[in-house]
């Protein structure tokens, strides 16, 4: 969804409910005149003329109007719950789907408590709409008719609630700035104590390990103080504008008896359109004083939907690919490829050329931070590059959906990400239509499988919270498990070997050759010599560049023996071409 198209689509699914709302607030409120009418009735006409049959039809006519708002209310209330419910339908769906196709770039530049805070904006805008803030709005518009009706009924104090009417919409005019901006400052004063918190729980292990909660704490305290300081800032806000709006109310019915009393001693009008009048101002008076208390729901809606509308304006990835293309053979090629994290930084990535063939394998090795696994999310078109293009069987891989790439691209991340579940669930979150012989088949080539079945639950084992309990090697196989699981054609692994034991590493090295062997391409990341010795051509990356590429026999004694220095700039880094299988 771009722009607002998505406050549109809110409106198309609820536009039948929010008519029906209208229609039902209108006839309720004219059902409201009856009691006026009815206290107007009895004053100059039962008690002055002793009509009491007039009496005995009032009463009974008050009994039908009574039931009749009795059940237009009811069905108001059921209106609203309606229109909640499509609110979490359509918004909260239409916004899991936006923030799963913003590119990884956009997802990284926000914290974590960010885009939490956006499903619980969600939840802001359904509580408004849901709550005293909706009815409100449906029958604030009917107040103007009270208005009149005190014009007609009581002419000589109509002036008062018509002033009454403006001081109230000047001062919600005043107050609505400074509220909206009490309730972002502590919106803002919550997601830095909700990050912090986020990080305390996420750590707790290294946090518990090394008392780090004594230096944690002040953190803590100082950002839950800031954020009781903007709630209380909030809150005396919030409280003042309904105190005085509570003051208003009180000189306005102060005003209007005062002023009917001396009407009436100059028999302007009636001690019935006097108390009648009054009535009337209440139902003016009524939805006025409950707008300062319901502007923070209000201020907090026209906030979350400003936030709202920030991320449905960015841009998606590619859901859906224009032409269904068939498997690619694994034909991989990076072409001047060149991408920074900052604007104006440094490259992060800088030119690397590369072409990888069916059957190869290539190992991307150079010390930390030297654009390795930068470079991998590339190839895999998690990241958009600034200069070039990545090329998957000739044709640029930023034409193919997510859901294309990853069939047939497989990624195993440096550090696995497991979700509370079971073994065979983290599994299936990858592959959902996966049978049951390929979910097997590919947890037998990570190695897998054999630790599985010695379980006593084997497959159905709890993992825990991010898998906490598995072991580090356990998590690391069912990482490359689960990056196997479609058979791709490709295969891009960051430090594979990591947690796992020697033994480990030579089986993990067999299964690279015997893959790369059955006509794959793979791309490695690894510090490790036991799998870098598998590879076809390892290439040396640092700052960026790839400084030197060539065989193993060749690059690993540059690697063990010596840093590599950068190529002069007169001699661009040669493009490692990858082909064929080792020998």
């Known amino acids: 969804m771009g722009d607002t198209s998505w406050r549109q ?47 005995i039809g009032l009463v009974l006519g008050m009994g039908v109007v009574t039931l009749f708002d009795w059940a237009l209310r009811t069905f108001r209330s059921r209106l609203v719950q309606r229109i909640s419910l499509e609110i979490d339908v359509t918004v909260a769906r ?33 509580n408004a709409a849901s709550g005293p803030p909706i009815t409100l709005m449906a029958d604030l518009p009917f107040a103007l008719l009270y208005v009149g009706l005190i014009w007609i009924v009581a002419t000589p104090v109509a002036w008062v609630i018509t002033l009454a009417v403006f001081a109230y919409a000047i001062f919600a005019w005043i107050s609505a700035a400074r509220l909206q901006s009490a309730a972002q400052a502590e919106r803002t004063a919550g997601l830095s104590r909700d990050a912090l918190v986020g ?56 005003a209007m008896t005062a002023f009917g009393a001396l009407a009436v001693l100059d028999q302007k009008m009636s001690i019935g359109a006097l108390i009648a009048a009054n009535m009337l101002a209440g139902r003016v008076n009524g939805p006025l004083m409950q707008l300062f208390p319901a502007w923070k729901s209000v201020a907090a809606a026209r906030a979350s939907l400003k936030r709202l509308d920030e991320v449905f304006q960015v841009e998606p990835e590619r859901i859906t690919s224009p032409v269904q293309f068939p498997r690619p053979s694994g034909l991989l090629q990076a072409e001047n490829l060149t991408f920074r994290y900052i604007p104006d930084g440094q490259p992060t990535v800088d030119t690397v050329n590369i072409t990888m063939k069916p059957g190869s394998m290539l190992g991307l090795a150079g010390r930390n931070g030297s654009g390795k696994s930068t470079l991998l999310k590339l190839l895999m078109g998690l990241y958009k590059p600034d200069v070039g293009r990545v090329m998957l069987d000739g044709a640029d891989v930023s034409q193919f959906s997510r859901a294309d790439l990853a069939d047939w691209v497989g990624y195993a991340p440096q550090d696995p990400m497991l979700f509370t579940g079971t073994i065979r669930d983290n599994l299936l979150r990858a592959a959902p239509d996966i049978d049951d012989e390929a979910l097997i088949l590919a947890c037998t080539r990570a190695g897998l499988h054999s630790f599985v079945i010695d379980l006593p639950d084997g497959y159905s084992t709890q993992i825990g919270e991010a898998g906490g309990r598995l072991a580090g090697g356990l998590r690391q196989r069912l990482s490359l498990a689960r990056a196997l699981l479609r058979d791709p054609p490709v295969l891009l692994l960051d430090e594979p070997s990591n947690n796992l034991d020697p033994m480990g590493e030579e089986t993990l090295r067999r299964t690279l050759i015997e893959l790369a062997s059955g006509g794959r391409t793979i791309v490695l990341v690894s510090h490790s010599v036991q799998l870098l010795t598998a590879c076809s051509v390892i290439a040396l990356m640092d700052h960026g560049k790839v400084v030197q590429a060539g065989p193993p026999n060749d690059i690993l004694p540059k690697l063990l023996g010596r840093r590599p220095q950068p190529v002069p700039q007169q001699q661009p880094a040669a493009a490692p071409t990858a082909a064929g299988r080792p020998a």
């Open 9 to 55: 689509s809110l409106l198309a699914s609820a536009r039948g409910a929010w008519r029906e709302l209208l229609l039902a607030s209108l006839f309720i409120n004219i059902l409201a005149l009856a009691l006026p009418v009815f206290t107007l009735q009895i004053y100059d006409r039962v008690i002055g003329l002793a009509g009491l049959t007039t009496l």
């Open 94 to 126: 239409g916004l899991f789907d936006q923030v799963s196709a913003l590119p990884l770039r956009i997802l990284e530049s926000r914290p974590g408590a960010y885009w939490q805070g956006l499903f619980r904006d969600v939840e802001t805008i359904r």
């Open 199 to 254: 990080e305390f729980v996420a750590g707790r292990s290294t946090l518990k390990a090394l008392a780090m909660d004594r230096s944690f704490k002040p953190q803590w305290e100082e950002a839950q103080a800031n954020l009781v300081e903007k709630a209380l800032g909030r809150g005396a806000g919030t409280d003042g504008s309904g105190n005085l709006a509570l003051a208003m109310t009180t000189i306005t019915t102060v």
